[in-house]
């Protein structure tokens, strides 16, 4: 015969209990430490609250440098993995000496467009990592959306 030491309701109730000590321990923690609902909306309702929250909502979003890093170190991350050849290739470098024209089709790609956007300019691996490519500024190309998505994996030679 096992004994239980029991903590209901004590110093915390046990989580997902139904029983009536927990349940009364869970409600006196939350009278004690939580907001009421009439905190939160005051808040709402306030005019400073809601521009200091616009001003932290501006500071969130993601600037095209932010995008552009994040995306170098996802492909720096999935070269190491792989063991291959790795260097700090910087996209915005990369489109820039492409002058922004898509490798294989041929259009311009616009600097200021936003994804999902045909003429969105992206970072091409002319040997994909995932088929053991490096990732070298010899081996990365300017692609636009479409046609990346259409290459997938596939290695295709630059035109240029």
């Given amino acids: 015969m096992t004994q239980t030491k029991e903590k209901h ?8 209990c139904r029983c009536e000590v927990c349940c009364a ?6 009278s004690k430490y939580r907001m009421p609902a009439e905190y939160w ?3 709402r309702e306030n005019p400073d609250y809601q521009s200091g929250e616009r001003a932290r909502n501006r500071k969130r979003q993601q600037t095209p440098e932010r995008r552009a890093a994040k995306r170098s170190y996802g492909h720096t991350r ?7 050849t790795t260097e700090k290739v910087d996209p915005l470098v990369v489109f820039e000496r ?3 024209v898509c490798q294989r089709c041929g259009i311009q790609c616009d600097k200021e467009a936003v994804w999902p956007a045909a003429d969105f300019p992206t970072l091409d691996h002319i040997v994909a990592l995932a088929n053991g490519g490096p990732h070298t500024y010899d081996n990365t190309q300017c692609l636009c959306l479409p046609c990346n998505r259409e290459k997938g994996i ?6 240029a």
């Fill in 154 to 159: 596939k290695d295709f030679e630059r035109l």
């Fill in 78 to 84: 999935r070269a190491i993995l792989r063991g291959v």
């Fill in 41 to 43: 909306a005051g808040r």
């Fill in 98 to 100: 492409d002058g922004y």
């Fill in 25 to 30: 321990a869970k409600s006196e923690y939350n």
């Fill in 9 to 16: 309701g004590i110093s915390r109730y046990n989580r997902g």
